[in-house]
């Protein structure tokens, strides 16, 4: 079982910035750990993965270049670094890990996810 806690969401204005960071605690190996993202009324949505333990990254074309997703792999936590932040980034956050190898952005391939973090942004 791999159980992941999310902190860092919280209200920013747009342009601003957060850092969100999911702790994991687990017993088993997982190669892709993930952040998704889900707003009302709409499907959740992957914003950024990282494979094997940081070898590969993915990200959804609406956030790159403005989010960096990263590991500490001494700590089994990932970051997702959000800045230049937009209202339309509204949404609850959720980290996710998977045991498939290359999961990407597919949250079908996840096994395990988080709370979920509130980061809102106001024009």
């Known amino acids: 079982q791999v159980q992941l806690v999310e902190s860092g969401g919280g209200s920013v204005q747009a342009g601003g910035s957060l850092r969100l960071s999911c702790a994991a605690s687990t017993s088993g190996y997982t190669y892709c750990m993930g952040w998704f993202r889900q707003a009302p009324g709409k499907e959740r949505a992957g914003v950024a993965a990282i494979c094997t333990r940081g070898g590969s990254t993915y990200y959804a074309d609406s956030v790159k270049g403005r989010f960096t997703i990263s590991q500490d792999n001494a700590k089994n936590t990932i970051y997702l670094q959000m800045n230049s932040l937009k209202p339309e980034d509204t949404a609850m956050y959720y980290c996710?890990?998977?045991?498939?190898?290359?999961?990407?952005?597919?949250?079908?391939?996840?096994?395990?996810w988080g709370q979920g973090t509130q980061v809102t942004v106001s024009s």
């Open positions: 996710a890990a998977s045991r498939v190898y290359g999961a990407g952005l597919n949250k079908d391939w996840y096994d395990y």
